[in-house]
């Protein structure tokens, strides 16, 4: 409406707020949806947190763990140049590859040596062999003609003694004295040949001495062919040394040879990181009493966030860290300080792993938590 000076009064638009209306406003009651909302997730809070403490009360975990496994170090027992390198870094090989090969010549001759030696000593073996078997036949005969020889030099001086005497019993003017004097002779010679033949005899008497020492022969000899023998397995030995074959299936690792290099025997040449792996974790000696061998454990691996490995508790090592390092610690000297001992414990993996990957890299880091 317009008043009387032609104005709009906008006054009338807006009713005036009474003192009744600011009492109906301060009595309307607040919503308590909020505080309904806050209470049901303090109530799920709390029992979520029972829960995972009932559930993880027996776990114990360590972040002091890492891949673990069977590393081959590989070292030349022989000295010589590397003629031959048929593995590079990473590069995986089979059991009884040839991995490299050093310079085998002064080896080679070595055997080639022993080779003639043992043919030498067979020959002389046999030709002992022979003179062995002459003499089990040659012995005997000896001795039988020995025997025949003494029988006939008796029976000849037995001849000129009669006939010595013969002329010796005759008138002298029967007999000429060219006569005697070679009956005489003879009789002598007789002698003679009976005292030879009697010493041919005692030698050919010794029958099994002889054959004895034909014996003695063939052992020494047999014994030289068994010495020929070992001498070229040393030889074959020591010339496989100059050729470096896996013993394992597994990966190439820390090469620091190259074709050409020369090595004395003993030199580490690489590592053959083995398929076999298992994870070494360092538990605290008061998580012990929380695990047991057979026990389930779950792994991270912080390399492979996205792989869970799932294993068991296989073996715990009896002994701390502490105890085996090259200088233990001595604790009845000084002061004495208490330190929480780490207590190594093998943890073999049991699923997991990925069907790309087969073994992992050794010394990564791995968090496992051991279940009760």
């Known amino acids: 409406m317009a008043n009387e000076n032609g104005q709009t009064d906008q006054g009338q638009d807006k009713p005036a707020p009474t003192q009744q209306n600011d009492a109906n406003t301060e009595q309307k009651p607040r919503s308590k949806l909020p505080l309904i909302i806050a209470g049901i997730l303090l109530v799920v809070v709390v029992i979520a947190g029972i829960i995972y403490w009932l559930a993880t009360m027996g776990e114990v975990s360590t972040d002091d763990a890492y891949t673990d496994g069977n590393a081959v170090s590989m070292a ?51 030709a002992a062999q022979v003179n062995l078997r002459e003499e089990q036949v040659r012995a005997p005969a000896q001795l039988e003609t020995a025997q025949a020889q003494l029988a006939q030099a008796k029976a000849q001086l037995l001849d000129a003694q009669r006939n010595y005497r013969r002329q010796l019993s005759v008138d002298q003017r029967a007999t000429a004295q ?127 966030p996205s792989i869970t490995l799932h294993g068991h508790v296989q073996s715990i090592q009896q002994g701390s860290g502490a105890v085996f390092t090259a200088f233990p610690a001595e604790n009845a000297t000084g002061n004495f300080v208490k330190i929480v001992r780490r207590v190594p414990v093998k943890i073999v993996i049991d699923s997991g792993m990925p069907a790309n990957m087969s073994v992992l890299p050794y010394g990564i880091s791995v968090t496992p938590t051991v279940h009760e």
């Open 76 to 126: 030349t027992n022989t000295s010589g140049y590397v003629t031959a390198l048929y593995v590079n870094d990473n590069s995986y090989v089979h059991k009884g590859d040839l991995l490299a090969v050093v310079d085998p010549r002064a080896n080679e001759a070595q055997l080639a040596q022993a080779q003639a030696n043992l043919q030498l000593a067979n020959a002389n073996l046999t």
């Open 178 to 304: 060219t006569d005697i004097d070679q009956s005489n002779t003879q009789l002598a010679s007789a002698e003679a040949q009976v005292k030879q033949a009697d010493a041919n005899l005692k030698t050919a008497s010794l029958v099994q001495d002889n054959i004895d020492t034909a014996q003695q022969q063939v052992a020494q000899r047999e014994a030289d062919v068994a010495q020929a023998q070992a001498n070229l397995r040393a030889a074959k030995t020591a010339l496989s040394y100059n050729y470096i074959r896996a013993p394992q299936d597994g990966w190439i690792t820390k090469r620091n040879v190259q074709l050409g290099t020369y090595l004395q025997a003993g030199t580490q040449i690489f590592y053959i990181v083995t398929k076999d792996f298992w994870v070494t974790a360092n538990f605290k000696e008061t998580q012990l009493a929380h695990m047991k061998i057979g026990d389930k454990v779950t792994m991270g691996i912080d390399a492979y």
